[in-house]
């Protein structure tokens, strides 16, 4: 499987598919064993469902009221098999942060990922009128979360996983008529919000770039509509890694490690054979309460099996650049 690439500052750096960087010296210190908060921003592939939250949306709050009080934050609960999938996610499996409030789980997962989120509502139409795109979830990290909940460096990780709805959204639009001018507007703004969350102490980064969505069952059908989807999350991924890039180079001195996921090439290897990892359809979908043999539970999101296979597969990865 395709992993995890780890990537410090003060690190070796390692080139993978489409997320590349040059090397250094050393060897990452990252130790995913040490880690005992993570933090999600992100859209639907990453949202969990809280008590607190915008049912079927987000773990808690929405645009509507972004804000929350600290008693609001630390008792919200995670409610169980409430996400994109049938049932749990990558980053539940990720963490074992299944159920309940965060603060009970080993590792503790704080999420602020908005199902159906851009990066910036002033750059795309918002879903709903509800829609906290990305940029506003850091926002509301900053004001209403950062002084409540611990970050303390060495011991937390940011997961940043977005643009599958931005490639999506764009498909049709016909008022872009300069689409890599267009996604670096919009890399302007993600990296302008990493760099919010790194100076208000988020200092370790694990970027995913978009999946191969043009394989779904909502497009594969459409062969002029896949091939340029599949032409749009080229571009986006390809300039996501010269962000990466530059934003690791902008902040030397920080203790920033920046860690590289490449989602695009994993999902290919899957939807390539996928008898070997136990799918027998992977072109329509079951939206069921056993999509057995279903790579995807609707038009656009993968079952519960596809979030598990793909958490073991960055788990692995973090285990094996642990030191």
Not at 244 to 249: G, L, P, Q, R, S
Not at 282 to 289: H, K, R, S
């Amino acid at each position: 499987m395709i992993g995890v690439t780890l990537i410090s500052i003060v690190s070796l750096i390692f080139s993978l598919s489409g997320l590349a960087a040059s090397s250094t010296a050393r060897v990452s210190t990252f130790d995913w064993n040490a880690i005992k908060y993570v933090y999600a921003f992100g859209d639907s592939y990453s949202f969990v469902q809280g008590t607190d939250g915008h049912a079927n949306f987000s773990f808690i709050g929405d645009a509507l009221d972004l804000s929350f009080t600290p008693t609001q934050l630390l008792t919200n609960e995670i409610v169980p098999r409430n996400t994109s999938s049938e049932a749990s996610n990558w980053l539940e499996f990720l963490t074992g942060c299944f159920g309940g409030r965060p603060s009970a789980c080993r590792k503790q997962l704080w999420n602020f990922a908005f199902a159906g989120a851009d990066i910036d509502g002033a750059l795309l139409p918002l879903h709903h009128d509800f829609t906290v795109p990305l940029v506003d979830q850091v926002n509301q990290w900053v004001q209403f979360a950062s002084k409540v909940i611990s970050h303390p460096v060495g011991q937390t990780l940011t997961t940043w996983w977005i643009g599958i709805n931005d490639t999506g959204d764009t498909v049709t639009n016909t008022t872009i008529t300069d689409f890599n001018a267009f996604w670096e507007l919009e890399m302007t703004s993600y990296f302008k919000a990493v760099q919010i969350a790194t100076n208000n102490g988020l200092r370790a980064h694990l970027f995913l770039n978009v999946p191969p969505e043009e394989r779904s069952p909502a497009t594969i059908s459409s062969p002029t509509k896949a091939a340029l989807m599949k032409e749009h999350i080229l571009q986006f991924n390809t300039i996501l890694s010269k962000h990466i890039t530059a934003f690791k180079a902008s902040n030397p001195g920080k203790c920033v490690t920046v860690l590289t996921f490449d989602a695009n090439t994993w999902f290919n290897s899957v939807l390539d054979a996928p008898a070997s990892f136990g799918f027998n359809n992977v072109t329509g979908f079951c939206t069921c309460a056993e999509p057995t043999g279903f790579f995807w539970f609707n038009s656009g999101h993968p079952t519960e099996r596809v979030h598990k296979l793909l958490a073991g597969a960055v788990e692995a990865q973090l285990l094996r650049g642990a030191s």
